[in-house]
């Protein structure tokens, strides 16, 4: 039997346009997963035309993820379509970055809203579907942010920190029921979300130095642990916060 064998599952995937997302579906389809491809505005084509040349099933559906209604009715379309839900990868997220004295409530809230909260309620909505059935993978994206501080980024780093809270207490509940919930943390990766911090060559610099890996992940290297966390290779995995970080944590 092949532990990573994703034949016959299910998978959304939500910010699956570009970045970490695209690559993370593409890869749950190289396993063998049916993808839906869930966006916020940016259309999935790219990742939808790259999934079927694999031979896999995807549908592309847009909704506003900070809208608990428009959540639910992803969910419904996902179910109606494929007739189940193995796997989701809550990916979609921002960030906003002003000195902590000037972070507007707006950006506060808009970051909280789509990076914590629309992830608990696509967590609750998918795993009573998966509570039904007695099985499930949901895998969280959470960041260093979860264990670090960062700067000027304030709302970005608490909502990473709920991300990483909500996976263990979801996981406290629903591992019993056959539902593993986990996270991935990465490191500072080749993304929009990090494409100011790589223009400033100090910053950059002071960030390549404390990686012992010497670069900048790129999305591509998330492909096997979020294959690795919805496979039957990860069954005994609870609450866990993958670092896929080049050794950042470590350093």
């Not at 559906?61 to 379309?77: C, F, M, R, W």
């Amino acid at each position: 039997m092949n532990l990573f064998d994703l034949s016959g599952k299910t998978a959304i995937v939500t910010g699956a346009a570009r970045g970490l997302g695209r690559d993370m579906a593409i890869g749950l389809a190289e396993a063998g997963a049916d993808l839906a491809l869930i966006t916020n505005s940016s259309d999935a084509g790219e990742t939808k035309s790259s999934i079927e040349k694999l031979g896999r099933e995807a549908i592309a559906i847009k909704a506003d993820l900070g809208d608990e209604t428009q959540l639910a009715n992803v969910v419904q379309q996902v179910k109606e379509h494929f007739g189940k839900i193995d796997i989701l990868v809550n990916n979609a997220g921002i960030i906003r970055r002003t000195p902590a004295a000037d972070h507007a409530m707006e950006d506060w809230n808009e970051v909280i809203n789509l990076n914590l909260n629309s992830v608990f309620f696509l967590c609750q909505l998918v795993g009573r579907e998966m509570i039904k059935v007695g099985s499930g993978k949901i895998i969280n994206i959470a960041s260093m942010l979860s264990f670090q501080g960062g700067i000027t980024v304030p709302g970005y780093t608490a909502s990473k920190h709920g991300v990483a809270g909500i996976t263990k207490a979801l996981a406290n509940e629903w591992a019993s029921k056959g539902i593993q919930v986990n996270a991935i943390a990465p490191g500072y990766m080749v993304t929009d979300n990090t494409a100011q911090i790589r223009e400033d060559e100090e910053r950059s610099r002071q960030i390549l130095e404390r990686i012992p890996a010497n670069r900048w992940g790129f999305p591509e290297d998330l492909k096997g642990p979020v294959i690795f966390l919805a496979s039957s290779a990860s069954d005994y995995m609870n609450g866990h916060i993958l670092c896929v970080d080049g050794g950042w944590m470590a350093r």
